[in-house]
């Protein structure tokens, strides 16, 4: 069982910045994949970025160039640094760990993040 902690959300301008979290209830050396989830009123839970275990990341079309996922696997922690924020950007940011063989899947509770001036 994993719990997964967000934060760092909160209102911004646009073309500001902002740091999301997330911090393991244990460690996340052997998770095999987290990513970042986002979901706006109306729509859709859509995926934003990812990472492996190893390292390696992948980013929605929306938010290359301009997101950046990371994990410090000493402080069990995700990271999202997000720059040049846009309206769109807007909703509720949730963090996402997966275990492949067996699949199992644990959210966190999630974070809101406005953007407007």
């Known amino acids: 069982q994993v719990q997964l902690v967000e934060s760092g959300g909160g209102l911004v301008q646009p073309g500001g910045s902002l740091r999301l979290s997330c911090a393991a209830s244990g460690s996340i050396s052997s998770i095999n994949f987290m990513g970042w989830y986002r979901q706006a009123p109306g729509k859709q839970r859509e995926l934003v970025a990812h990472?492996?275990?190893?390292?390696?990341?992948g980013y929605a079309d929306s938010v290359k160039g301009r997101f950046t996922v990371s994990k410090d696997n000493a402080k069990n922690t995700m990271y999202l640094q997000m720059s040049s924020l846009k309206p769109e950007d807007t909703a509720v940011y949730y963090c996402h760990a997966m275990y492949i063989g067996p699949r199992r899947d644990y959210w966190g509770q999630g974070t809101q993040v406005t953007v407007s001036s």
């Open positions: 990472i492996s275990s190893g390292g390696m990341t």
